[in-house]
């Protein structure tokens, strides 16, 4: 049964969990991708290039956004992110679901061109939990830590225009949740209709 691919857009503050919860359901669904965005933001410990993300210069970063090659990209946290168009029309023309994990300023500029895309965020259960995960992460200096605390309530406030929110208290609640969606919005007459109407005639 051919189908468009779906595109899942995933957002929430920086330690909320998100790209855990993605890399979960990436391994459980096998029609899923998650989409490799371009960073100019230097690799963590354990980043690999290619799978985490395409790092590259701001030069080759400010070559692409120039050549219209992004289908959204952002300033976050002093760092330009993006994600590339070509990848998201292969996967969806191929009829590959894709997660894209981006924050809300790239969601925004997707919400106007992919109507049918389905809009996700991600909430802590609390700012004191927040500061906490962040602080155990210990991926990022205090003051980089700082800024992302900050940035969080912006950020959080935005969740009121998306699709679903799912509050990641419980790990594997929030999993059963993100996989509830992704089902469900698979599931979904206007998806699967073209798919089924030759065979059954309807
Ligand atoms: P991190 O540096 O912690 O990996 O990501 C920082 C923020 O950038 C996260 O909110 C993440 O979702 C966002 N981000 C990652 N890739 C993209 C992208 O391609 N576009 C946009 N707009 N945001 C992104």
């Known amino acids: ?3 468009e691919g779906i ?6 503050p920086s330690g909320a969990g998100k790209t855990t919860l993605c890399k979960e359901v990436i ?14 933001r230097s690799a963590r410990p354990g980043e690999v290039h290619g799978r985490d993300y395409f790092f590259v210069s701001l030069d080759e970063f400010k070559g ?9 990209w952002a300033e976050v946290h002093g760092n330009f992110y993006g994600t590339a168009l070509k990848t998201l029309e ?3 023309a191929q009829g590959i679901d894709v997660i894209l994990d981006i924050d809300c300023q790239g969601a925004h500029q997707l919400k106007k061109k992919y109507q049918g895309a389905v809009y996700l965020f991600v909430l802590p259960p609390s700012y004191q939990e927040l500061r906490r995960r962040l602080d155990c992460r210990s991926l990022d200096a205090p003051e980089v830590i700082d800024r992302r ?3 969080a309530a912006g950020e959080i406030r935005e969740s009121r225009w998306y699709d679903y929110i799912i509050v990641n208290d419980v790990f594997s609640k929030a999993v059963e949740e993100l996989k509830s969606v992704l089902i469900a ?3 979904k007459t206007t998806r699967v209709l073209a798919g089924v109407s030759e065979l059954f005639d309807i």
Do not use: W
């Open 185 to 187: 919005e698979q599931c």
């Open 90 to 92: 292969d996967y969806r």
């Open 1 to 3: 049964m051919k189908r």
């Open 64 to 72: 692409m956004v120039a050549a219209d090659e992004f289908a959204e």
């Open 7 to 12: 595109l899942f857009v995933i957002s929430a």
């Open 149 to 151: 605390i900050e940035a």
């Open 27 to 40: 391994d459980i669904f096998p029609n899923l991708r998650h989409s490799v965005s371009y960073t100019t």
